[in-house]
Structures are given as C-alpha cells and as structure tokens.
C-alpha cells in the first residue's frame, strides 16, 4: 500500500558558480531518460516533457543515455550539477529494487534527489486465453494442490515480475515453479503456447491481448481497480494488504536548492493532473501520482523496506541468485 496518498548523445553544458532558484529556468532543462529512445518510458518522458515545458517557460529536453540497466544514465544524473537543469525519470525498480540486487556506481538514497512522481503503474495476473482457471483463488488452489506445478513467468531475476510473484507465493503460503527469462519479450509467446501457467504483466501492455482473448485476466495488483480493466478484482480484494504499484518520478542530482525543487514539484504536479496528461497516463495503465518531494523520498525509504523484506524472506538459493 502507498505510504502516501537510437540513443542520443549526452551533452550537458556546465554553468559556473553555484545555481540560484532566482529567475530559475533561463534555459532548456534536460530530462536523462536512462532507457532506448521509443520504449515506453522514453514515451512517458517525452509526454510529460512538453507539457512541463509550458508549465515552465523552457524547453524541456529528453536525452536517453542507456545501458547497465539504467545504471548508465542514472550515474549520469548523480554526477551532473545540481543547478536544476538537469534531472532524470526514474522507476521505481532501479531506486528501491536495484540496490540489493548489485553494486551501484550511486547511492540510490543518498546521491539524489527526489522531485516529483509522474505516474504509477499495477501488473495484471494473467493467464493463456484458453487456460481452464478462472480465477485468482482457482489458480492459487491448484498451487496448493500441486506444490511446485504451476509456472509463473518472470522477466528476470529482480524484476518487477519475479517480485510479484515472490510476494504472491509467501502472502499465499504456496509454492510456484518459477521459470526465468530473459526479459519480457519471451513471456507472451511463452505463456500463449502453454509453456508456463501465469506471470503478472505491465497493465498497459495487457490490455490488448487481454481483449483479444490471447490472455486472460485473473486480477491487477494496485490498490483499486483501474479504469482500462475495471471487471478485474484486485488480489488485495481477496489477499489483504497485497499491493505491487510501480512509479516513475523525476529525480535530480544530490543538493539541489529546495526552492528550484519546490518549483519542480508544482510544475510537476499541475501538468499530470492536467486533462490531457491525465487521459494520457489511464489510457496507457497509469495512475496519475501527486505528492511532495518530502512524500516522494518517503515512499522510496518504504519501498526499500517492503521489497528488502520480500527478497529476505525468498528461498536461500533465490536470493542467492540475485
């Protein structure tokens, strides 16, 4: 549950001296997107971009600098003035998942700092179109029946996915086979051909499949139903307390003066509570997320302790894995 309510070429300029919040911006801000140019969190930047843009008076540039799972960009951001003039989208993955998975060029806590949420996101728990389950209770009483004998798909080690479905078998006290891949690419194609049994995917991505009766949709993993798949309970309906929300938020370089923040924030907040930002984010599976910077940074401490606690609790050669 929620505390609170190809690649472009990276050139920054360096200003001298120290930044100033007065007259803050007289230039283009650059937004570091740490993932490929087209991909869906490229899409949201750049979205999100224009409108802030007019929110601020300035251009409002993505640059992507990909690589290292994001790591590339994100010590990008952690080493670039913090005049305001740069800032990077981040997920919520890479600042609260990342960090016990490997060693980070950065501290995810300590080298940023947290502007403002842009959105966030449930999975959905599907399964193939033809799969006889029905229901998410159906599909954990054959867990139950069958120690070990229903796949569930994950898109890695760490992944969003592998974590659902990490929290699901110990909030649910069953037993999942679960099958590694190699990205989300090879899920769809393997869940369709009956390969495996279940895996929770990016709402957004679902939903097409979803009505084209290729996937069938069990239950979404927010705290409410969302609007595109609105029949479909949530696992909490029936699992008290379950909730996998995923964000994005734009995130700064450590020190940043409050007032340029502050300003950041509101700009932030009025373009996706905008109508067209907002119609934007629900008609591909976000949520629109407002909250102040100082609620921002407490969800991240949150997030580390709920995930921490799920990767703690795995089995010793899963989390040895990782």
């Known amino acids: 549950m929620w505390k609170h309510a190809g690649t472009a070429v990276l050139a920054f300029s360096i200003p001298l001296g120290s930044a100033s919040a007065s007259g803050w911006p007289t230039r283009p801000i650059n937004i570091i997107v740490p993932f490929e140019a087209g991909g869906p969190t490229d899409q949201l930047a750049r979205t999100i971009a224009e409108k802030l843009g007019g929110e601020l008076g300035q251009p409002v540039v993505v640059v992507n600098a990909t690589g290292a799972s994001g790591a590339i960009g994100m010590s990008k951001l952690a080493h670039a003035p913090a005049d305001g003039y740069t800032v990077g989208l981040s997920a919520y993955s890479m600042m609260a998942i990342a960090p016990y998975l490997s060693k980070l060029p950065y501290d995810t806590v300590k080298d940023f700092t947290p502007i403002a949420p842009i959105g966030s996101f449930p999975y959905v728990l599907v399964v193939n179109g033809k799969s006889p389950v029905n229901s998410l209770e159906a599909l954990i009483s054959k867990a139950k029946s069958s120690p070990g004998g229903v796949a569930a798909a994950s898109a890695g080690v760490g992944t969003g996915t592998h974590l659902a479905i990490s929290l699901l078998a110990q909030d649910t006290h069953v037993t999942f086979n679960d099958i590694q891949y190699k990205g989300s690419g090879p899920i769809t194609p393997a869940l369709m051909g009956g390969h495996v049994d279940f895996t929770f995917m990016v709402l957004g991505g679902s939903v097409p499949l979803i009505e084209a009766g290729n996937l069938k949709g069990l239950a979404t993993t927010g705290v409410k139903r969302h609007a595109l798949l609105e029949n479909l309970p949530t696992v909490g309906e029936t699992h008290k307390n379950f909730d996998v929300t995923g964000w994005y938020a734009l995130f700064g370089p450590a020190g ?48 580390l302790e709920k995930w921490g606690k799920v990767i703690q609790a795995m089995p010793a050669q899963a989390r040895k894995d990782m």
């Open 256 to 303: 940043m003066p409050k007032e340029i923040v502050g300003k950041l924030n509101a700009s932030v907040a009025k373009a996706v509570s905008s109508e067209a930002i907002k119609r934007y984010l629900v008609n591909h599976g976000y949520d629109t997320m407002v909250m102040s910077s100082a609620e921002l940074e407490d969800q991240i401490q949150f997030d």
